[in-house]
């Protein structure tokens, strides 16, 4: 109980952050074009920011992140493929079925994750915490949209797919992080200064319009919320769960083994929303997903941060 409530301490203030987000939208203070630009400014300058701050000051001779990568990028394929053994013994439609791609893979691993990594685990955690974004969200935009428009109505775009990780900031942040380091380039002082305050901006921004964009939602009914928290759990225990007994003896030192389960127990992010909104799928499930799922980690996040001690 004690690490519990040291661990709901600890992220207390982003959830809080979040809360105070809510509010504003609910007292019509905040609306919904404020939702699109915080989340532009995040994708676009602060996360970017983030993660070549993040990367471009590790050492090359360092740790190794081959494992890290192997491992999570089999977890969310697995995940993925999960979607239709589920589809096919519960009967789902087609629709939910591709939605289950994006619903059993991905969480919240760049907006929530890393601000949740780094209260918790400090700034030793950011260069793994930007490489696991950058492996969630090129898995996301590759095999996620290749298994959706394989079994749905539209066909496989090559030329779109990669331009559209071409296009990605995130990645293309990493890329950048990683070319800084493996090439030893000096990077001017009010470069860097730079760089670190667009950084540390971020957090409160992505997670204030989060908070905006939940209380945008209508509640609805209890009994439609059934499978949505059938699927909360699933994704945010169950699955982590059987993640944490697999890969505790795989070599993974003790940042990158915490990184990784917590990362798989985030909520679904606004990212597969905004692929099933795109792709014509289950788009009000997905939203009460992402809904449900970000309320409920003010529980289950502490949790999991307790059981990794």
Known sequence: MAHFLLALKTVAPLFLVIFT??????????????????????????????????????????????????????????????????????????????SLFLILSFGNVAYLGIPVLRNSFGDDILPVAAVLSAVYVFWLLTLGVILIEATGEESIHPKKLLLSLVKNPLLISVFVGVCIVLFQIKVPSFIDKTISLFAESVTAVVLFSLGIFLGQNKIGAPREWTRVFVFVVVTMIILPLLLHFGVRSAGLNDLQFKATILDSAMPLGLTPYALAVQYKLETKLVARIVVLGTLLSVIIIPLWIAILN
């Open 21 to 98: 987000g809510t509010l504003f939208s609910r007292t019509k203070a905040a609306h919904g074009p404020w939702v699109d630009v915080l989340n532009k400014y995040a994708l676009w300058i602060g996360f970017p920011a983030l993660v070549i701050a993040s990367l471009m000051h590790l050492d090359p001779q360092g740790e190794s992140y081959t494992k890290l990568i192997l491992i999570n990028s089999a977890y969310i394929a697995v995940c993925m493929l999960l979607a239709f053994p589920i589809a096919r013994i519960f009967k789902f439609s087609k629709r939910l079925r591709s």
